[in-house]
Protein backbone atom coordinates (compact mmCIF):
# COMPACT_ATOMS: atom_id res chain seq x y z
CA UNK A 1 0.00 0.00 0.00
CA UNK A 2 3.15 2.33 0.71
CA UNK A 3 4.85 1.75 -2.58
CA UNK A 4 1.24 2.65 -4.18
CA UNK A 5 1.10 5.78 -2.47
CA UNK A 6 4.54 6.51 -3.19
CA UNK A 7 3.30 5.79 -6.90
CA UNK A 8 0.55 8.05 -6.93
CA UNK A 9 1.80 11.06 -5.27
CA UNK A 10 4.39 11.60 -7.83
CA UNK A 11 1.80 12.66 -9.58
CA UNK A 12 1.45 16.23 -8.19
CA UNK A 13 -1.67 16.75 -10.04
CA UNK A 14 -3.08 13.59 -8.70
CA UNK A 15 -2.03 14.61 -5.26
CA UNK A 16 -3.45 17.72 -5.62
CA UNK A 17 -7.16 16.09 -6.49
CA UNK A 18 -6.66 13.74 -3.58
CA UNK A 19 -5.56 16.71 -1.10
CA UNK A 20 -8.35 18.26 -2.28
CA UNK A 21 -10.92 15.57 -1.95
CA UNK A 22 -9.48 14.54 0.91
CA UNK A 23 -10.38 17.70 2.81
CA UNK A 24 -13.78 17.77 1.68
CA UNK A 25 -15.02 14.69 2.76
CA UNK A 26 -13.13 15.68 6.02
CA UNK A 27 -15.31 18.49 6.18
CA UNK A 28 -18.70 16.80 5.50
CA UNK A 29 -17.94 14.05 8.21
CA UNK A 30 -17.63 16.75 10.73
CA UNK A 31 -20.72 18.44 9.51
CA UNK A 32 -22.98 17.13 11.99
CA UNK A 33 -20.66 17.93 15.25
CA UNK A 34 -20.41 21.72 13.70
CA UNK A 35 -22.43 24.76 15.16
CA UNK A 36 -24.24 25.24 11.95
CA UNK A 37 -27.64 26.01 11.55
CA UNK A 38 -30.85 23.81 10.85
CA UNK A 39 -30.03 23.54 6.76
CA UNK A 40 -34.42 23.45 6.72
CA UNK A 41 -35.51 25.80 8.31
CA UNK A 42 -36.89 29.35 6.89
CA UNK A 43 -36.42 32.86 7.64
CA UNK A 44 -37.85 35.18 5.06
CA UNK A 45 -37.10 38.28 6.20
CA UNK A 46 -33.11 37.00 6.20
CA UNK A 47 -33.06 36.14 2.25
CA UNK A 48 -30.17 36.41 -0.01
CA UNK A 49 -27.80 37.76 2.35
CA UNK A 50 -24.44 38.29 0.76
CA UNK A 51 -21.63 36.55 2.02
CA UNK A 52 -19.74 37.58 5.27
CA UNK A 53 -22.97 40.49 4.95
CA UNK A 54 -24.29 38.79 8.65
CA UNK A 55 -23.44 37.39 11.54
CA UNK A 56 -23.89 33.44 11.51
CA UNK A 57 -24.39 33.03 8.19
CA UNK A 58 -20.90 32.86 6.72
CA UNK A 59 -22.24 32.33 2.80
CA UNK A 60 -25.34 34.43 2.45
CA UNK A 61 -28.31 32.54 2.72
CA UNK A 62 -30.58 31.76 -0.20
CA UNK A 63 -34.13 32.88 -1.39
CA UNK A 64 -36.13 31.37 1.72
CA UNK A 65 -33.22 32.70 4.26
CA UNK A 66 -32.12 29.29 4.72
CA UNK A 67 -28.16 28.99 5.64
CA UNK A 68 -26.01 28.40 2.34
CA UNK A 69 -23.01 27.27 4.16
CA UNK A 70 -25.44 24.35 5.79
CA UNK A 71 -27.31 23.31 3.18
CA UNK A 72 -24.10 23.16 1.11
CA UNK A 73 -22.28 20.80 3.65
CA UNK A 74 -25.48 18.85 4.29
CA UNK A 75 -26.21 18.83 0.35
CA UNK A 76 -22.32 17.47 -0.27
CA UNK A 77 -22.89 14.79 1.31
CA UNK A 78 -25.73 14.12 0.34
CA UNK A 79 -24.65 14.24 -3.48
CA UNK A 80 -21.30 12.76 -2.55
CA UNK A 81 -22.95 9.67 -1.14
CA UNK A 82 -25.76 9.07 -3.95
CA UNK A 83 -22.45 9.46 -6.86
CA UNK A 84 -20.25 6.96 -4.90
CA UNK A 85 -23.55 4.70 -4.37
CA UNK A 86 -24.32 4.87 -8.15
CA UNK A 87 -20.34 4.36 -9.56
CA UNK A 88 -20.50 1.10 -6.73
CA UNK A 89 -24.16 -0.38 -7.99
CA UNK A 90 -23.07 0.85 -11.59
CA UNK A 91 -19.41 -1.35 -11.26
CA UNK A 92 -21.41 -4.21 -9.55
CA UNK A 93 -23.88 -5.06 -11.98
CA UNK A 94 -21.97 -4.27 -15.15
CA UNK A 95 -19.11 -6.30 -14.45
CA UNK A 96 -20.85 -9.06 -13.33
CA UNK A 97 -22.57 -9.12 -16.69
CA UNK A 98 -19.30 -8.47 -18.54
CA UNK A 99 -17.41 -11.19 -17.05
CA UNK A 100 -20.16 -13.41 -17.85
CA UNK A 101 -20.63 -12.71 -21.49
CA UNK A 102 -16.79 -12.17 -22.04
CA UNK A 103 -15.66 -15.77 -19.86
CA UNK A 104 -19.15 -17.91 -21.41
CA UNK A 105 -18.71 -15.95 -24.93
CA UNK A 106 -20.51 -17.53 -27.84
CA UNK A 107 -24.67 -17.80 -27.34
CA UNK A 108 -23.94 -16.33 -23.96
CA UNK A 109 -22.28 -13.19 -25.18
CA UNK A 110 -24.33 -12.91 -28.09
CA UNK A 111 -27.92 -12.42 -26.30
CA UNK A 112 -26.07 -9.94 -23.40
CA UNK A 113 -23.80 -7.76 -25.85
CA UNK A 114 -26.84 -7.05 -28.06
CA UNK A 115 -29.31 -5.91 -24.79
CA UNK A 116 -26.09 -3.94 -24.18
CA UNK A 117 -25.88 -2.38 -27.44
CA UNK A 118 -29.45 -1.86 -27.63
CA UNK A 119 -29.18 0.30 -24.02
CA UNK A 120 -26.34 2.12 -25.27
CA UNK A 121 -28.16 2.76 -29.04
CA UNK A 122 -29.97 5.48 -26.63
CA UNK A 123 -28.53 8.55 -25.16
CA UNK A 124 -27.95 8.16 -21.78
CA UNK A 125 -29.30 11.26 -20.06
CA UNK A 126 -32.29 10.93 -22.12
CA UNK A 127 -32.13 7.32 -20.59
CA UNK A 128 -31.71 8.12 -17.47
CA UNK A 129 -34.87 10.97 -17.52
CA UNK A 130 -36.95 7.89 -18.81
CA UNK A 131 -36.01 5.79 -15.86
CA UNK A 132 -37.06 8.97 -13.69
CA UNK A 133 -40.31 9.19 -15.38
CA UNK A 134 -41.28 6.22 -15.09
CA UNK A 135 -39.98 5.48 -11.47
CA UNK A 136 -41.11 9.48 -10.02
CA UNK A 137 -39.41 12.20 -8.98
CA UNK A 138 -36.74 11.38 -6.62
CA UNK A 139 -33.43 11.09 -4.81
CA UNK A 140 -33.73 7.48 -5.06
CA UNK A 141 -35.02 7.11 -8.25
CA UNK A 142 -32.14 9.49 -9.39
CA UNK A 143 -29.58 7.08 -7.97
CA UNK A 144 -31.27 3.86 -9.69
CA UNK A 145 -31.30 5.70 -12.94
CA UNK A 146 -27.80 6.88 -12.85
CA UNK A 147 -26.74 3.48 -12.47
CA UNK A 148 -28.63 2.19 -14.62
CA UNK A 149 -27.26 4.11 -17.79
CA UNK A 150 -23.82 3.36 -17.10
CA UNK A 151 -24.35 -0.61 -16.23
CA UNK A 152 -23.26 -0.86 -19.58
CA UNK A 153 -20.13 1.51 -20.21
CA UNK A 154 -18.90 -1.06 -17.31
CA UNK A 155 -20.20 -3.88 -18.86
CA UNK A 156 -18.71 -3.99 -22.43
CA UNK A 157 -15.10 -2.36 -20.91
CA UNK A 158 -15.15 -5.26 -18.49
CA UNK A 159 -16.33 -8.18 -21.31
CA UNK A 160 -13.39 -6.93 -23.36
CA UNK A 161 -10.75 -7.67 -21.07
CA UNK A 162 -12.54 -10.58 -19.68
CA UNK A 163 -12.92 -12.07 -23.56
CA UNK A 164 -8.87 -12.08 -22.96
CA UNK A 165 -8.18 -13.36 -20.30
CA UNK A 166 -11.04 -16.21 -20.61
CA UNK A 167 -8.38 -17.88 -23.61
CA UNK A 168 -5.74 -17.97 -21.61
CA UNK A 169 -3.89 -21.46 -20.31
CA UNK A 170 -4.24 -20.57 -16.60
CA UNK A 171 -7.83 -20.28 -17.07
CA UNK A 172 -7.58 -23.65 -19.12
CA UNK A 173 -5.56 -25.03 -16.50
CA UNK A 174 -8.08 -24.51 -13.98
CA UNK A 175 -10.84 -26.32 -15.81
CA UNK A 176 -8.38 -28.96 -16.00
CA UNK A 177 -8.06 -29.11 -12.64
CA UNK A 178 -11.75 -29.59 -12.14
CA UNK A 179 -13.17 -26.21 -11.20
CA UNK A 180 -16.27 -25.23 -11.62
CA UNK A 181 -17.43 -22.26 -13.73
CA UNK A 182 -18.45 -19.40 -10.56
CA UNK A 183 -15.31 -20.81 -8.56
CA UNK A 184 -12.99 -20.30 -12.00
CA UNK A 185 -14.70 -16.92 -11.78
CA UNK A 186 -14.38 -15.40 -8.78
CA UNK A 187 -10.58 -16.80 -8.16
CA UNK A 188 -9.22 -16.53 -11.71
CA UNK A 189 -10.71 -14.01 -13.79
CA UNK A 190 -12.12 -11.46 -10.86
CA UNK A 191 -8.44 -10.66 -9.88
CA UNK A 192 -7.36 -9.97 -12.94
CA UNK A 193 -9.92 -7.63 -14.06
CA UNK A 194 -10.55 -6.40 -10.46
CA UNK A 195 -8.02 -3.56 -11.42
CA UNK A 196 -9.65 -2.21 -14.61
CA UNK A 197 -13.41 -2.07 -12.22
CA UNK A 198 -11.14 0.18 -9.86
CA UNK A 199 -9.97 2.32 -12.25
CA UNK A 200 -13.13 2.78 -14.48
CA UNK A 201 -14.85 3.52 -11.11
CA UNK A 202 -11.99 5.97 -9.87
CA UNK A 203 -12.33 7.62 -13.58
CA UNK A 204 -16.55 7.69 -13.67
CA UNK A 205 -17.93 8.37 -10.29
CA UNK A 206 -17.30 12.35 -11.44
CA UNK A 207 -19.50 11.81 -13.98
CA UNK A 208 -22.02 10.22 -11.69
CA UNK A 209 -21.74 12.66 -9.60
CA UNK A 210 -22.98 15.35 -12.53
CA UNK A 211 -25.46 13.36 -13.98
CA UNK A 212 -27.07 13.26 -10.45
CA UNK A 213 -26.89 17.15 -9.73
CA UNK A 214 -28.36 17.31 -13.42
CA UNK A 215 -31.33 15.22 -12.75
CA UNK A 216 -31.53 17.50 -9.31
CA UNK A 217 -31.25 20.49 -11.05
CA UNK A 218 -34.39 19.45 -13.45
CA UNK A 219 -36.25 18.77 -10.19
CA UNK A 220 -36.02 15.08 -10.29
CA UNK A 221 -33.76 14.31 -7.78
CA UNK A 222 -34.05 15.28 -4.29
CA UNK A 223 -37.54 17.04 -3.32
CA UNK A 224 -37.67 19.97 -0.64
CA UNK A 225 -36.67 20.52 1.66
CA UNK A 226 -34.08 17.97 1.40
CA UNK A 227 -31.20 19.91 -0.50
CA UNK A 228 -28.17 18.27 -2.69
CA UNK A 229 -25.73 20.41 -4.97
CA UNK A 230 -28.03 20.31 -8.19
CA UNK A 231 -31.29 21.16 -6.65
CA UNK A 232 -29.45 24.01 -4.93
CA UNK A 233 -28.87 25.04 -8.45
CA UNK A 234 -31.58 24.67 -9.86
CA UNK A 235 -33.45 26.72 -6.99
CA UNK A 236 -31.02 29.53 -7.16
CA UNK A 237 -31.85 29.78 -10.72
CA UNK A 238 -34.44 32.20 -10.81
CA UNK A 239 -31.71 34.68 -8.47
CA UNK A 240 -28.83 34.15 -11.05
CA UNK A 241 -28.51 37.70 -11.70
CA UNK A 242 -29.86 39.72 -8.45
CA UNK A 243 -28.05 37.18 -6.08
CA UNK A 244 -25.16 35.17 -7.52
CA UNK A 245 -23.72 33.82 -4.65
CA UNK A 246 -26.51 31.37 -4.43
CA UNK A 247 -25.73 29.71 -7.37
CA UNK A 248 -21.97 30.04 -7.17
CA UNK A 249 -21.49 28.53 -3.98
CA UNK A 250 -22.69 24.86 -4.96
CA UNK A 251 -21.35 25.82 -8.45
CA UNK A 252 -17.90 25.88 -7.41
CA UNK A 253 -18.24 22.73 -5.03
CA UNK A 254 -19.60 20.48 -7.93
CA UNK A 255 -16.54 21.86 -9.89
CA UNK A 256 -13.89 20.93 -6.86
CA UNK A 257 -15.56 17.76 -6.00
CA UNK A 258 -15.59 16.23 -9.87
CA UNK A 259 -12.25 17.93 -10.85
CA UNK A 260 -10.07 16.29 -8.28
CA UNK A 261 -12.48 12.85 -8.23
CA UNK A 262 -10.89 13.19 -12.30
CA UNK A 263 -7.44 14.62 -11.33
CA UNK A 264 -7.10 11.35 -8.53
CA UNK A 265 -8.77 9.13 -10.91
CA UNK A 266 -6.52 9.52 -13.76
CA UNK A 267 -3.17 9.43 -10.59
CA UNK A 268 -4.98 5.91 -9.89
CA UNK A 269 -5.19 4.33 -13.03
CA UNK A 270 -1.58 5.74 -13.54
CA UNK A 271 -0.12 3.93 -10.39
CA UNK A 272 -2.49 0.48 -11.29
CA UNK A 273 -0.89 0.48 -14.60
CA UNK A 274 1.47 -1.93 -14.65
CA UNK A 275 3.01 -0.57 -17.29
CA UNK A 276 3.86 2.55 -15.16
CA UNK A 277 5.15 1.09 -12.31
CA UNK A 278 8.31 2.26 -13.08
CA UNK A 279 7.17 5.59 -11.34
CA UNK A 280 7.63 7.31 -15.26
CA UNK A 281 4.41 8.74 -14.76
CA UNK A 282 5.35 11.81 -16.87
CA UNK A 283 5.49 11.73 -20.96
CA UNK A 284 9.24 9.82 -22.48
CA UNK A 285 11.54 12.46 -23.71
CA UNK A 286 12.55 12.90 -26.95
CA UNK A 287 15.97 12.53 -26.14
CA UNK A 288 17.55 10.87 -23.08
CA UNK A 289 18.41 13.41 -20.21
CA UNK A 290 22.50 14.01 -19.94
CA UNK A 291 22.85 15.23 -16.36
CA UNK A 292 26.96 14.86 -16.32
CA UNK A 293 28.34 16.27 -12.85
CA UNK A 294 31.62 16.84 -13.52
CA UNK A 295 34.06 17.68 -16.45
CA UNK A 296 33.97 15.42 -19.74
CA UNK A 297 37.41 13.89 -20.20
CA UNK A 298 39.05 14.71 -22.86
CA UNK A 299 40.52 11.50 -24.65
CA UNK A 300 41.72 10.89 -27.94
CA UNK A 301 40.08 9.45 -30.54
CA UNK A 302 40.53 5.62 -30.81
CA UNK A 303 38.17 5.06 -33.42
CA UNK A 304 35.08 6.69 -35.77
CA UNK A 305 32.69 6.03 -32.92
CA UNK A 306 34.52 6.06 -29.15
CA UNK A 307 32.48 5.57 -26.04
CA UNK A 308 34.30 7.00 -23.37
CA UNK A 309 33.69 6.61 -19.55
CA UNK A 310 30.34 6.21 -20.21
CA UNK A 311 27.40 6.31 -17.33
CA UNK A 312 23.80 5.75 -17.50
CA UNK A 313 21.49 5.01 -14.71
CA UNK A 314 17.95 4.62 -14.31
CA UNK A 315 16.51 6.89 -10.99
CA UNK A 316 13.10 5.63 -9.35
CA UNK A 317 11.81 7.19 -6.75
CA UNK A 318 15.02 6.49 -3.94
CA UNK A 319 16.91 4.00 -5.86
CA UNK A 320 19.45 4.42 -8.50
CA UNK A 321 19.58 2.01 -10.93
CA UNK A 322 23.32 1.84 -12.90
CA UNK A 323 22.65 0.27 -15.81
CA UNK A 324 26.05 1.55 -17.71
CA UNK A 325 29.10 2.43 -14.85
CA UNK A 326 31.88 3.60 -16.94
CA UNK A 327 32.43 2.15 -20.72
CA UNK A 328 34.96 2.47 -22.89
CA UNK A 329 34.62 1.06 -26.18
CA UNK A 330 36.04 2.53 -29.47
CA UNK A 331 34.91 0.70 -33.34
CA UNK A 332 36.93 1.53 -36.54
CA UNK A 333 35.66 2.28 -39.88
CA UNK A 334 34.84 -1.19 -41.14
CA UNK A 335 35.64 -2.85 -38.28
CA UNK A 336 33.02 -5.39 -36.15
CA UNK A 337 33.24 -5.04 -32.56
CA UNK A 338 31.55 -7.42 -30.91
CA UNK A 339 29.33 -6.91 -27.33
CA UNK A 340 28.45 -10.02 -25.16
CA UNK A 341 27.21 -10.75 -21.89
CA UNK A 342 24.56 -12.10 -19.62
CA UNK A 343 20.55 -10.58 -20.29
CA UNK A 344 21.05 -7.38 -17.98
CA UNK A 345 24.32 -7.11 -18.08
CA UNK A 346 24.27 -3.07 -20.07
CA UNK A 347 24.85 -4.29 -23.39
CA UNK A 348 21.32 -2.95 -25.08
CA UNK A 349 21.46 0.03 -22.46
CA UNK A 350 24.95 1.27 -23.97
CA UNK A 351 23.80 0.99 -27.75
CA UNK A 352 20.81 3.15 -27.24
CA UNK A 353 22.65 5.84 -25.06
CA UNK A 354 25.00 6.04 -27.93
CA UNK A 355 21.98 7.92 -29.87
CA UNK A 356 20.27 9.39 -26.67
CA UNK A 357 17.68 6.44 -27.10
CA UNK A 358 17.21 5.51 -23.77
CA UNK A 359 13.69 5.84 -22.06
CA UNK A 360 14.20 9.00 -19.57
CA UNK A 361 12.65 9.66 -17.42
CA UNK A 362 14.18 7.00 -15.70
CA UNK A 363 16.71 7.01 -18.10
CA UNK A 364 19.91 9.86 -16.63
CA UNK A 365 23.38 9.97 -18.91
CA UNK A 366 25.23 11.06 -15.66
CA UNK A 367 28.97 10.93 -16.68
CA UNK A 368 31.09 10.09 -19.98
CA UNK A 369 31.29 11.37 -23.57
CA UNK A 370 30.31 9.62 -26.89
CA UNK A 371 31.82 10.79 -29.67
CA UNK A 372 31.34 10.63 -33.30
CA UNK A 373 34.20 11.82 -35.61
CA UNK A 374 35.50 13.72 -32.75
CA UNK A 375 32.43 15.38 -31.94
CA UNK A 376 30.48 14.40 -28.56
CA UNK A 377 26.80 13.39 -29.35
CA UNK A 378 25.75 13.78 -25.57
CA UNK A 379 26.40 17.87 -25.55
CA UNK A 380 23.96 17.97 -28.61
CA UNK A 381 20.47 19.48 -29.16
CA UNK A 382 17.55 17.67 -29.97
CA UNK A 383 17.91 18.66 -33.74
CA UNK A 384 21.59 17.96 -34.45
CA UNK A 385 21.09 14.22 -32.75
CA UNK A 386 17.37 13.76 -34.58
CA UNK A 387 19.65 14.51 -37.98
CA UNK A 388 22.62 12.61 -36.47
CA UNK A 389 19.85 9.36 -35.64
CA UNK A 390 19.96 6.87 -39.31
CA UNK A 391 22.25 9.83 -41.02
CA UNK A 392 25.21 8.96 -39.30
CA UNK A 393 24.18 6.21 -36.88
CA UNK A 394 21.86 3.69 -37.51
CA UNK A 395 20.43 0.86 -35.49
CA UNK A 396 18.99 -1.94 -35.93
CA UNK A 397 16.75 -3.44 -33.26
CA UNK A 398 16.03 -7.03 -32.15
CA UNK A 399 12.52 -7.27 -33.07
CA UNK A 400 11.46 -5.96 -36.27
CA UNK A 401 7.33 -6.52 -35.80
CA UNK A 402 7.50 -4.20 -32.84
CA UNK A 403 9.76 -1.51 -34.63
CA UNK A 404 8.09 -1.78 -38.12
CA UNK A 405 4.82 0.20 -37.94
CA UNK A 406 2.00 -2.26 -38.57
CA UNK A 407 -0.47 0.44 -40.05
CA UNK A 408 2.20 1.38 -43.18
CA UNK A 409 3.48 -0.18 -46.29
CA UNK A 410 7.27 -1.21 -46.52
CA UNK A 411 7.24 1.19 -48.55
CA UNK A 412 5.59 4.22 -46.81
CA UNK A 413 8.18 3.39 -43.91
CA UNK A 414 11.61 3.40 -45.97
CA UNK A 415 10.36 6.58 -48.11
CA UNK A 416 10.07 8.06 -44.86
CA UNK A 417 13.38 6.99 -43.29
CA UNK A 418 14.69 8.66 -46.59
CA UNK A 419 12.78 11.56 -46.89
CA UNK A 420 13.52 12.79 -43.29
CA UNK A 421 17.27 13.39 -43.88
CA UNK A 422 17.37 14.05 -47.94
CA UNK A 423 14.59 16.41 -49.93
CA UNK A 424 13.58 14.24 -52.67
CA UNK A 425 10.49 13.57 -54.39
CA UNK A 426 8.45 10.22 -54.18
CA UNK A 427 10.20 8.87 -57.57
CA UNK A 428 13.04 8.87 -55.98
CA UNK A 429 12.34 7.88 -52.86
CA UNK A 430 11.00 4.96 -54.20
CA UNK A 431 13.44 3.96 -56.41
CA UNK A 432 15.88 4.48 -53.77
CA UNK A 433 13.79 1.98 -51.42
CA UNK A 434 13.75 -0.30 -53.93
CA UNK A 435 17.68 -0.38 -54.37
CA UNK A 436 17.69 -1.29 -51.13
CA UNK A 437 15.69 -4.30 -50.76
CA UNK A 438 17.86 -5.93 -53.70
CA UNK A 439 20.87 -4.78 -51.40
CA UNK A 440 19.54 -6.67 -48.44
CA UNK A 441 18.76 -9.75 -51.05
CA UNK A 442 14.70 -9.56 -50.68
CA UNK A 443 13.60 -11.36 -53.83
CA UNK A 444 10.61 -9.79 -55.66
CA UNK A 445 11.27 -6.26 -54.15
CA UNK A 446 9.17 -4.38 -56.51
CA UNK A 447 6.03 -6.73 -54.91
CA UNK A 448 7.72 -6.52 -51.39
CA UNK A 449 7.31 -2.93 -51.65
CA UNK A 450 3.68 -3.09 -51.38
CA UNK A 451 3.88 -5.35 -48.31
CA UNK A 452 2.72 -4.74 -44.36
CA UNK A 453 4.68 -6.17 -41.84
CA UNK A 454 2.72 -8.53 -40.99
CA UNK A 455 2.61 -9.93 -44.21
CA UNK A 456 6.39 -10.92 -44.15
CA UNK A 457 8.37 -13.80 -42.42
CA UNK A 458 10.76 -12.72 -39.80
CA UNK A 459 14.09 -13.07 -41.64
CA UNK A 460 12.01 -10.87 -44.39
CA UNK A 461 10.87 -8.53 -41.66
CA UNK A 462 14.87 -8.67 -40.53
CA UNK A 463 16.45 -7.69 -43.69
CA UNK A 464 13.70 -4.77 -44.10
CA UNK A 465 14.98 -3.46 -40.88
CA UNK A 466 18.71 -3.48 -42.18
CA UNK A 467 17.13 -2.01 -44.87
CA UNK A 468 16.28 1.32 -43.28
CA UNK A 469 19.23 0.96 -41.19
CA UNK A 470 20.70 1.86 -44.58
CA UNK A 471 18.77 4.01 -46.27
CA UNK A 472 21.09 7.20 -45.86
CA UNK A 473 24.07 5.58 -45.96
CA UNK A 474 25.20 5.80 -42.14
CA UNK A 475 28.55 5.07 -40.87
CA UNK A 476 28.13 3.03 -37.77
CA UNK A 477 25.13 0.32 -37.48
CA UNK A 478 24.44 -1.03 -34.47
CA UNK A 479 22.83 -4.25 -34.62
CA UNK A 480 21.00 -5.33 -30.88
CA UNK A 481 20.64 -8.91 -31.13
CA UNK A 482 19.13 -8.73 -35.20
CA UNK A 483 19.35 -12.80 -35.07
CA UNK A 484 18.26 -13.50 -31.83
CA UNK A 485 14.34 -14.64 -33.09
CA UNK A 486 15.47 -16.64 -36.57
CA UNK A 487 15.91 -19.71 -37.43
CA UNK A 488 19.60 -20.82 -37.90
CA UNK A 489 19.25 -20.59 -41.51
CA UNK A 490 17.92 -17.06 -41.41
CA UNK A 491 20.45 -16.36 -39.28
CA UNK A 492 23.45 -17.11 -41.55
CA UNK A 493 22.41 -15.29 -44.37
CA UNK A 494 21.51 -11.82 -42.45
CA UNK A 495 25.42 -12.49 -41.01
CA UNK A 496 26.79 -13.05 -44.43
CA UNK A 497 24.44 -10.39 -45.49
CA UNK A 498 25.75 -7.90 -42.80
CA UNK A 499 29.60 -8.73 -43.36
CA UNK A 500 29.16 -8.27 -47.05
CA UNK A 501 27.82 -5.01 -46.57
CA UNK A 502 30.26 -4.25 -44.13
CA UNK A 503 33.06 -4.94 -46.37
CA UNK A 504 31.74 -3.14 -49.69
CA UNK A 505 30.45 0.22 -47.88
CA UNK A 506 32.88 -0.07 -45.30
CA UNK A 507 30.42 0.38 -42.38
CA UNK A 508 31.34 0.04 -38.69
CA UNK A 509 29.75 -2.36 -36.97
CA UNK A 510 28.69 -2.72 -32.95
CA UNK A 511 27.12 -5.93 -32.68
CA UNK A 512 25.24 -6.81 -29.77
CA UNK A 513 25.00 -10.70 -29.31
CA UNK A 514 24.53 -13.49 -26.90
CA UNK A 515 26.30 -15.99 -29.08
CA UNK A 516 29.58 -16.97 -29.13
CA UNK A 517 29.00 -18.73 -32.55
CA UNK A 518 27.91 -15.38 -34.02
CA UNK A 519 30.83 -13.33 -32.67
CA UNK A 520 33.38 -15.85 -33.85
CA UNK A 521 31.84 -15.77 -37.31
CA UNK A 522 31.00 -11.60 -37.72
CA UNK A 523 33.45 -9.85 -35.09
CA UNK A 524 36.69 -8.54 -35.56
CA UNK A 525 37.42 -7.49 -31.67
CA UNK A 526 35.29 -8.26 -28.81
CA UNK A 527 34.22 -6.60 -25.25
CA UNK A 528 32.61 -8.93 -22.63
CA UNK A 529 30.23 -6.96 -20.18
CA UNK A 530 28.89 -7.96 -16.86
CA UNK A 531 27.06 -5.74 -14.27
CA UNK A 532 27.36 -2.61 -16.55
CA UNK A 533 31.24 -2.75 -17.00
CA UNK A 534 33.55 -4.01 -19.63
CA UNK A 535 35.67 -7.35 -18.08
CA UNK A 536 37.19 -7.97 -20.89
CA UNK A 537 38.27 -6.90 -24.70
CA UNK A 538 40.19 -8.11 -27.22
CA UNK A 539 40.76 -9.66 -30.71
CA UNK A 540 38.23 -11.87 -30.82
CA UNK A 541 40.32 -15.25 -31.45
CA UNK A 542 42.08 -14.36 -28.90
CA UNK A 543 39.24 -13.88 -26.26
CA UNK A 544 37.93 -17.32 -27.76
CA UNK A 545 40.90 -19.13 -27.59
CA UNK A 546 42.97 -17.87 -24.46
CA UNK A 547 39.79 -16.34 -22.36
CA UNK A 548 41.65 -14.13 -19.74
CA UNK A 549 38.44 -13.08 -17.19
CA UNK A 550 36.91 -15.80 -15.15
CA UNK A 551 33.62 -14.67 -16.36
CA UNK A 552 34.75 -15.08 -19.61
CA UNK A 553 35.37 -18.35 -19.35
CA UNK A 554 32.99 -19.93 -17.97
CA UNK A 555 30.33 -17.79 -20.74
CA UNK A 556 32.77 -20.16 -22.91
CA UNK A 557 32.05 -23.06 -21.12
CA UNK A 558 28.48 -22.94 -21.37
CA UNK A 559 28.47 -23.26 -24.84
CA UNK A 560 28.16 -26.78 -26.61
CA UNK A 561 29.87 -27.88 -29.09
CA UNK A 562 29.36 -30.22 -31.25
CA UNK A 563 31.04 -33.62 -32.12
CA UNK A 564 33.46 -32.33 -29.18
CA UNK A 565 32.74 -35.45 -27.31
CA UNK A 566 30.91 -35.96 -24.02
CA UNK A 567 31.98 -32.56 -22.13
CA UNK A 568 29.80 -31.47 -19.05
CA UNK A 569 28.44 -27.78 -19.38
CA UNK A 570 28.96 -26.19 -16.14
CA UNK A 571 26.46 -23.54 -15.73
CA UNK A 572 28.01 -20.37 -13.68
CA UNK A 573 26.30 -20.37 -9.98
CA UNK A 574 24.41 -17.50 -8.66
CA UNK A 575 22.70 -14.67 -10.64
CA UNK A 576 23.92 -11.45 -11.69
CA UNK A 577 23.94 -8.82 -9.14
CA UNK A 578 21.11 -6.05 -8.91
CA UNK A 579 22.47 -3.13 -10.30
CA UNK A 580 21.18 -0.84 -7.66
CA UNK A 581 23.08 -2.76 -4.80
CA UNK A 582 26.46 -3.62 -6.34
CA UNK A 583 29.12 -5.06 -4.46
CA UNK A 584 32.55 -3.30 -3.95
CA UNK A 585 35.37 -4.25 -5.56
CA UNK A 586 34.47 -6.75 -8.56
CA UNK A 587 31.00 -7.49 -9.35
CA UNK A 588 31.77 -10.66 -10.24
CA UNK A 589 33.52 -11.62 -6.96
CA UNK A 590 30.20 -13.36 -5.47
CA UNK A 591 30.40 -16.17 -8.05
CA UNK A 592 34.10 -16.51 -9.15
CA UNK A 593 35.82 -19.71 -8.20
CA UNK A 594 39.41 -17.69 -7.89
CA UNK A 595 37.46 -14.81 -6.00
CA UNK A 596 40.32 -13.49 -2.92
CA UNK A 597 39.49 -10.93 -0.43
CA UNK A 598 41.63 -8.04 -2.25
CA UNK A 599 38.78 -8.87 -4.97
CA UNK A 600 36.02 -7.30 -2.98
CA UNK A 601 38.07 -4.24 -1.76
CA UNK A 602 38.16 -0.73 -4.22
CA UNK A 603 37.85 -0.28 -7.64
CA UNK A 604 40.01 -2.91 -10.33
CA UNK A 605 40.81 -1.76 -13.35
CA UNK A 606 40.74 -2.72 -17.02
CA UNK A 607 44.37 -3.67 -17.75
CA UNK A 608 46.21 -4.96 -20.12
CA UNK A 609 48.65 -5.06 -23.20
CA UNK A 610 46.72 -3.58 -26.41
CA UNK A 611 44.90 -5.20 -27.70
CA UNK A 612 44.37 -7.30 -25.00
CA UNK A 613 43.16 -5.64 -21.36
CA UNK A 614 40.93 -7.44 -18.90
CA UNK A 615 39.24 -6.43 -15.06
CA UNK A 616 40.54 -9.34 -13.30
CA UNK A 617 43.25 -9.37 -10.24
CA UNK A 618 43.80 -13.24 -10.74
CA UNK A 619 42.97 -13.26 -14.45
CA UNK A 620 43.24 -16.88 -15.95
CA UNK A 621 46.33 -15.87 -17.97
CA UNK A 622 48.84 -13.10 -18.46
CA UNK A 623 47.76 -10.67 -20.77
Keep these: MSAFLKLLFRNRLAAMGAVVLGAILLLVLVTPLLPLPDPNVTDTS ?130 LSGKGHLRIILTEVLPNVLPVIVIAMSTTVGWMILETAGLSFLGLGSQPPVADLGSMLGEARAALITAPHTSVVPGLMIFLIVMSINLLGDGVRDALDPRLKSGALSRPRSMTRVDRKGPVREAAQKGLLDLQALETQFHVGARVYRAVGGVDLHVKKGECLGIIGESGSGKSVTALSVMGLVASPPGVITAGAVRYDGHDLLSSGYREMRQRRGENVAYIFQDPLATLH ?127 RIVEEGPTKAVLDAPAHPYTKRLIACVPELGGGQRELAAIPGLPPSVDDLPPGCAFAPRCHKARDACAQGEIPLDGTPPRAVRCLYPEEAV
Excluded: W
Excluded at 74 to 95: C, H, K, M
Excluded at 488 to 500: E, G, H, N, P, S
Design 46 to 175: QRFLRPFEAAGHLLGTDHLGRDLLARLLYGTRLSLAVGFAAAVIAAFFGSAIGIVAGYFGRRTDNIIMRGVDMLMAFPYILLALAIVAALGPGLLNALIAVAAVNIPFFARNIRGITVGLAAREFVDAAK
Design 406 to 532: PLYKVEDQLAEAIQSHHRVSDGEARERSLELLRAVRIPNPESRLKNYPHEMSGGMRQRVGIAMALANDPDVIIADEPTTALDVTVQAQILALLDDLRRERGLAIVFITHDFGVVAQLCDRVAVMYAG
